[in-house]
């Protein structure tokens, strides 16, 4: 089974993902995460991509395709593509490798999903997410690592992403629902709600 999960940035793909992976060996591909271990890593692409991300941008198709590529490369088995396709030229391109069974739609208003960005949390050594009411201090609840605000968590940022999600990556429910694969889910529910939502619609036992 191959999915996609779309949803404005904050709507909980990462949470869900999380809460996914307890359940079902999927491979996760997720193109935001793919990049920033470039960047980690001080690759070429890496350096390329750090700047364009910080503003809130989508790399080209070609550099954004040749980590999706190579993650799927690697997979073995199901397939869920979290912030990606993002763009029709790379919803064109998934086309063209693999058959895409479920669009999971997290759809969420933007002023919720801004006041849960301003508040999130990430774990700089394991990616771990919480939000700034949940905790004390700035110590990781998983790993004890240290938590820091998202380098793209800027308000500036965060406007021009979700200005690329509503021009760029909107078209794609349209193109979906007309395919029949679409499910829409409420993502302002809690992360367990959309979670047993999400199991619904996947049709898989949660036990
Ligand atoms: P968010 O959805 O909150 O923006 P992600 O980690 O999914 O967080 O993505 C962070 C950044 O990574 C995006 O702003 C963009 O620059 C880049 N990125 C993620 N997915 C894609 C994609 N499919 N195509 C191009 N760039 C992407
Ligand atoms: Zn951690």
Do not use: W
């Amino acid at each position: 089974m191959q999915i996609v999960l779309i949803g404005i940035q904050g709507s909980g793909k990462g949470e869900l993902i999380k809460n996914l992976s307890k359940i079902k060996d999927f491979t996760y591909v997720s193109v935001g995460a793919l990049f920033r271990q470039e960047i980690a890593k001080k690759t070429a692409l890496g350096k390329f991509v750090e700047p364009i991300m910080a503003r809130g941008d989508l790399p080209d198709l070609q550099t954004t395709m040749k980590v999706v590529n190579k993650a799927i490369k690697k997979s073995k088995g199901d397939l869920v593509f979290d912030g990606f396709p993002r763009t029709t030229e790379q919803a064109d391109a998934l086309d063209k490798i693999c058959k895409i069974d479920k669009a999971i739609y997290l759809k969420l208003n933007k002023s919720v999903a801004k006041k849960r960005l301003l508040n999130r949390l990430t774990c700089v050594n394991c990616q771990h997410i919480t939000s700034k009411n949940e905790i004390k201090n700035l110590i990781c609840p998983v790993c004890g690592g240290k938590l820091a605000t998202r380098h793209d968590d800027t308000p500036a940022s965060i406007d021009q992403r979700f200005k690329v999600f509503e021009e760029v990556t909107m078209p794609l429910i349209a193109r979906y629902k007309k395919q029949g694969v679409l499910c829409q889910v409420d993502a302002s529910k809690t992360i367990q709600e959309v979670f047993e939502e999400v199991l619904k619609v996947l049709n898989v036992c949660n036990n």
